[in-house]
């Protein structure tokens, strides 16, 4: 069933952007200023803090141990409760 579906699926996904690029094309095709702005931006965010690296590695466990489940045979309510109790004690959740 899962099967019959990937065809138009995949042709939907790359042909809707197309058209709608050219039924709403965007108002401004060149941005020559945006790699400055952004590194100006990020110049100004400084480092990351203690807490973001907390919850970026949090994130990126959650997402390993979600995608290897049928292996590791944890349950995703315990995933996500477990990494809530991470970000919960470290304070990264403020």
Known sequence: MGIAAFVPATLAMIFIPVVL???LPPEQKK???ASQFT???LRKMGPMTRHEKIMCTVFIGIIILWATASY???DATLIALGSGTVLLV?????
């Open 21 to 23: 690029f050219y039924i």
């Open 72 to 74: 590791t045979k944890l």
């Open 31 to 33: 941005t020559p200023e």
């Open 90 to 94: 470290t304070n990264a959740l403020t």
């Open 39 to 41: 590194a100006e931006e």
